[in-house]
């Protein structure tokens, strides 16, 4: 069974940046298509980013092109994603999540994703 376990999220400052951890337990993270994704108060799941098992490519919503980044550490089985510039739209809760699958047509929707991570908030003060 695979466990996701996100940290690292906190309150920051507009302009600040952050870094979010996704450590993955029971199979190498390399398995798996890893995404993250978030979610803002009374508003639904958005996809955020996502590094697919086959190519290593990775894919990012237009909201945070540019000021994101998603990449994976396999020593110690971790998926980080490093956010810049943050803005306060950037507040919400973070997941991360596995799919086993790899379908690229579908990498930013949630339902393809297998397992999830319990989440981790991240507040944006102006």
């Known amino acids: 069974q695979v466990q996701l376990v996100e940290s690292g999220g906190t309150l920051v400052q507009a302009g600040g940046s952050l870094r979010l951890s996704c450590t993955v337990s029971?199979?190498?993270?390399?398995?798996?298509?890893m995404g993250w994704f978030r979610q803002a108060p009374g508003k639904g799941q958005d996809f955020v980013a996502a590094?697919?098992?086959?190519?290593?490519?990775?894919y990012y919503a237009d909201s945070v092109k540019g000021r994101f980044t998603i990449s994976g550490d396999k020593a110690k089985n971790t998926v980080y994603l490093d956010m810049s510039d943050l803005k306060t739209e950037d507040t919400a809760v973070y997941y991360c999540?596995?799919?086993?699958?790899?379908?690229?047509?579908?990498?930013?929707?949630?339902?393809?994703?297998?397992?999830w991570g319990q989440g981790t908030q991240v507040t944006v003060s102006s």
């Open positions: 999540a596995a799919d086993s699958n790899g379908i690229l047509s579908t990498i930013t929707s949630g339902a393809q994703y297998d397992y």
């Open positions: 029971g199979r190498t993270f390399s398995t798996y298509t």
């Open positions: 590094l697919r098992r086959s190519s290593g490519h990775t």
